[in-house]
């Protein structure tokens, strides 16, 4: 991960930025006190920890990327950004009253063990709200119709909602609750699909050097062939079947939130 999102680092602020509705549903999710002290887990260049700091909250965030780390480092002085990986938390048990998690967790090497290190640094019925995409919702995204190995890559390493369920119990975590995410038109942060309803985002490749998917997955063959496909269907007007025809009520992303058991 480190290496992958060294690269991605560079410039990545001028491809994504925190939406402000993601921010109020973890803020929300959070259940936040004035005096709480919070962890933003694989925070990035810091953009949703920086939204919530600004809204007067104490956060520390922690990333593996350094090169993400000297980009979060500008943005919030009140923020205290630490170099380390979820799955070895450098910090004392029940240090926080709660964390987020946002987009990362298909990062991380071992799942059950960041997990079981989130719930470790919690301090009692702390609260873990994840803004994630899941397994069984990528496989109805419309990218699979244009992208069909790049997705497939990046379906596999995500995990389903049985998976996150299973291991947050495993890692002791109760009451977790999952509520579905719809992608809009006014969504700002430019993560894998918020083009949903925007298809020649993709068109542009600085959008797509901040999305894993393309970066990390994307044979180039397949790309380029795909690229050239959806800018077809895009000029057609072919490209609204297309979306229609994978439409899902199921959601695109998911909020997860649970509570520190014991």
């Excluded at 694989?42 to 809204?55: E, P």
């Excluded at 119990?169 to 949903?196: C, E, I, N, W």
Aim: with cysteine.
């Amino acid at each position: 991960m480190p290496s992958l999102y060294d690269s991605i680092g560079r410039g990545y602020d001028r491809r994504r930025q925190a939406d402000p509705e993601i921010a109020a549903t973890l803020a929300r999710l959070l259940q936040p006190r004035s005096t709480g002290h919070y962890l933003d887990l694989a925070c990035g260049t810091g953009n949703y920890t920086s939204l919530l700091a600004d809204r007067g909250l104490r956060f520390t965030g922690i990333d593996p990327s350094m090169e993400m780390l000297r980009a979060a480092r500008g943005k919030a002085r009140s923020v205290a950004w630490v170099a380390g990986r979820a799955e070895h938390l450098p910090f004392a048990d029940g240090t926080f009253d709660g964390a987020i998690c946002t987009l990362a967790i298909h990062h991380f090497g071992d799942l059950s063990a960041a997990l079981m290190e989130a719930r470790r640094v919690l301090r009692r019925a702390g609260r873990l709200a994840i803004f994630t995409g899941e397994a069984g919702q990528m496989r109805h995204y419309w990218l699979n119709a244009y992208f069909p190995e790049a997705m497939a890559r990046s379906i596999a390493d995500m995990p389903d909602r049985r998976c996150i369920a299973a291991g947050l119990a495993a890692a002791g975590f109760s009451d977790t609750d999952m509520h579905p995410y719809f992608v809009t038109q006014a969504l700002r942060d430019l993560f894998l699909y918020s083009g949903k309803h925007r298809p020649a985002f993709y068109l542009d490749s600085v959008i797509r050097e901040g999305i894993s998917t393309f970066s990390k997955h994307a044979p180039a063959a397949e790309l380029a062939a795909g690229l050239l496909r959806l800018e077809e269907d895009i000029r057609s007007g072919h490209i609204d079947a297309v979306i229609r025809e994978h439409a899902s009520d199921g959601g695109d992303y998911l909020f997860v939130t649970a509570r520190r058991s014991g």
